[in-house]
């Protein structure tokens, strides 16, 4: 049986036993590459479930759909590893219960799903354990490079060319797992501290205070990047975060539901390089 069938299978159990009452997986899509969330709550229709290279997106974002955990009732999703690390970050930041997510785990290597085994986020420890010490990823580091490659006046040029095209829709908001305010500060019109409108200084505002509010926090899901209807490379920006939190600090967001928030904590070691 291959894995689809195994997890359609499984899904389909635990939606007739009551262990879960809904399962977010993979459904067809508009393009073999990208596949749809589907919402399944019935056994008979974990038949529409697919699992294959086209399934990227991250899924946890769905978990935190108002009051869909606050029945105390456990839910089923299929995540990738960058998917589980962001359970674990939303269970740090006391936003779910991991106990109450029970994951179909599988991961994509050059096109090709395969299993991951376990249920928990906790029993995903060695798998996101291999991805940290693999690193960052190798391809954006080389892109990322060439940024740092120029003078600091001619990245202000590029970003600024980038992020004036930036029409404030908030796609990337959306679909990120980490952005979960009820209310994003962008939307607060008294005071307005970030002005809604889409112009250069606002757009910069808006781009800047993301990047910052995901230090430490980004999985490199790539779910904002893809999402951009206008292509401003996200994944540069944050990247480029991800890997200075984990130079100062060997942090690497995720890696368990203990891991305590890079930026509300310090060690006594902790480099104070930019403390002048
Ligand atoms: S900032 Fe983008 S890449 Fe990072 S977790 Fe959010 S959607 Fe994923
Ligand atoms: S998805 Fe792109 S265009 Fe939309 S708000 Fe985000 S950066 Fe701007």
């Not at 499984?10 to 009452?21: C, F, I, Q």
């Not at 769905?62 to 590893?81: H, I, N, R």
């Not at 994951?103 to 986020?121: N, P, T």
């Amino acid at each position: 049986m291959g894995i689809q069938e195994q997890y359609r299978s499984e899904a389909a159990g635990l939606l007739s036993s009551g262990a879960v009452k809904l399962v977010i997986g993979f459904g067809e899509g508009s393009t073999v590459e990208r596949r749809r969330p589907v919402f399944v709550r019935t056994p008979a229709e974990t038949e529409r479930l697919v699992l294959d290279g086209g399934c990227v997106a991250n899924l946890s974002t769905y978990l935190l759909t108002e009051g869909l955990l606050s029945d105390g009732k456990s839910v089923a999703v299929f995540l990738k590893p960058d998917g589980i690390r962001s359970i674990n970050i939303l269970a740090a930041e006391a936003q779910l219960n991991p106990e109450q997510v029970v994951i179909f785990g599988f991961d994509i290597e050059e096109g090709q799903v395969r299993a991951l085994e376990g249920r928990k986020a906790s029993d995903f420890a060695p798998v996101i354990g291999v991805a940290k010490a693999a690193g960052l990823s190798a391809e954006l580091q080389k892109e990322a490079e060439l940024l740092d490659q120029i003078s600091a006046a001619e990245r202000f040029e590029y970003w600024k060319d980038q992020f004036s095209k930036c029409i404030k829709c908030y796609a990337c908001r959306q679909v990120c797992p980490m952005c979960y305010c009820r209310r994003c500060i962008v939307d607060v019109n008294q005071p307005q501290w970030v002005n809604t409108s889409s112009h250069t200084l606002g757009n910069f505002e808006w781009n800047i205070v993301r990047a910052f509010h995901l230090a430490g926090r980004c999985v490199a899901c790539g779910g904002c990047d893809r999402s951009c209807p206008v292509n401003i490379p996200l994944r540069l920006i944050n990247h480029r975060m991800a890997k200075e939190v984990l130079d100062a600090f060997d942090y690497y967001a995720g890696e368990c539901a203990e891991q305590k928030p890079v930026l509300a904590t310090f060690r006594q070691d902790d480099p104070e390089t930019f403390i002048l």
